[in-house]
């Protein structure tokens, strides 16, 4: 399993989002490994949206995770 985050969850980071959640199979099928988004850095709150189990505020929390392999920063 490869875990990315996402910092910025805007146009471009919800669209960064939507592309891997929407595309894993080709994704698994292109690097040989499923890719999954672990987490979402964002200021607002979301409790509504369909990722809010991934959205934090909490820089710390990408930076000290190890199992994050690739980080997209989309903050404008």
Do not use: W
């Given at each position: 399993?490869?875990?990315?985050?996402?910092?910025?969850y805007?146009?471009?980071?919800?669209?960064?989002?939507?592309?891997?959640?929407?595309?894993?199979?080709?994704?698994?099928?292109?690097?040989?490994?499923?890719?999954?988004?672990?987490?979402?850095?964002?200021?607002?709150?979301?409790p509504?949206?369909?990722?809010?189990?991934?959205?934090?505020?909490d820089?710390n929390?990408?930076?000290?995770?190890?199992?994050?392999?690739?980080?997209?920063?989309?903050?404008?």
């Open positions: 399993m490869v875990y990315t985050a996402v910092m910025g805007g146009v471009v980071g919800g669209g960064v989002v939507d592309v891997i959640e929407n595309n894993r199979d080709l994704f698994k099928k292109k690097i040989g490994d499923d890719i999954q988004v672990k987490y979402i850095l964002d200021i607002r709150d979301l509504e949206d369909k990722n809010a189990d991934k959205l934090t505020k820089f929390v990408i930076v000290e995770d190890r199992e994050v392999s690739i980080v997209v920063e989309a903050i404008g």
